[in-house]
């Protein structure tokens, strides 16, 4: 059973293009738009992206396992709808050929800790899950 709601997966699934936040040793914070996609086999956000294993949000990632992501829009006429993941961060080298064809090898997957998401089921929805049992609290 997956940590995201069925219509959370829909939603993911339906987007190229989310934002991640990480912070460095020092407490700086970063924030870019990136490539994505949701991994059924291991209920985690995978980012990947040209060059993504030399950028400062793999650096930040490796250093401290901290991010933040978010997919959002709006559709017409005005009805927001995203989801925020929180989680757990590790760097892979390889794998990120998976989100995008062009991608190098290296990879961000994120492990949910916390999932907010609004407008996509009939009402917001905030859960928690323990990091090694998946659990909702």
Known sequence: ??????????YL???KLGRVATIDRK?????????FRYNAETDTVDIGGYNIGRSKKFRDVAATGRI???????????QPRGVEVRGRAETLISGSE????????????????????????????????????????
Do not use: C, K, Y
């Open 1 to 10: 059973m997956s940590v995201f709601t069925e219509g959370e997966i829909a």
């Open 13 to 15: 699934n339906s987007q």
């Open 27 to 35: 407490g700086e914070l970063h924030v870019v738009p990136v490539s």
């Open 68 to 78: 933040a992501f978010v997919v959002d829009d709006i559709l017409p006429p005005s």
């Open 98 to 137: 998976t989100v995008d064809e062009n991608a190098h090898a290296a990879l961000i997957r994120i492990t949910p800790t916390r999932i907010i998401g609004w407008g996509i089921d009939t009402s917001g929805t905030a859960r928690n899950f323990q990091p090694n049992s998946r659990n909702v609290t």
